[in-house]
């Protein structure tokens, strides 16, 4: 059974920095594609992130570009979501996700597990 487990929400103020994690158990993940998506109370999840678990290319939504940045720690199963220059509207539950396909897509439906999510607030 997959298990995604996010970690490392919390508030900040706005310039500055967190680290997201997603420990993600249950399968072999080499041929996944990982996501990091975000929802805003009432608005509809979005896409933040996305990286090839075998080869670690990545693609970012235009509005992190430069700023977050995501990664992942094979051996420890992890992926990881890095944000700096953190914004007010960057509020959000953030959610990761998983897809037993080699492909980055930036849509919801395309991934088939979900962690529960993380509360990250930046206060201005």
């Known amino acids: 059974q997959v298990q995604l487990v996010e970690s490392g929400g919390g508030l900040v103020q706005a310039g500055g920095s967190l680290r997201l994690s997603c420990a993600a158990s249950?399968?072999?993940?080499?041929?996944?594609?990982m996501g990091w998506f975000r929802q805003a109370p009432g608005k509809e999840r979005e896409f933040v992130a996305a990286i090839r678990w075998s080869s670690g290319r990545t693609y970012y939504a235009e509005s992190v570009k430069g700023r977050f940045t995501i990664s992942r720690d094979n051996a420890k199963n992890t992926v990881y979501l890095q944000m700096n220059s953190l914004k007010p509207e960057d509020t959000a539950v953030y959610y990761c996700a998983a897809r037993p396909q080699n492909i980055l897509v930036v849509t919801t439906q395309a991934y088939d597990y979900w962690g529960q999510g993380t509360q990250v607030t930046v206060s201005s």
């Open positions: 249950g399968r072999t993940f080499s041929s996944h594609a």
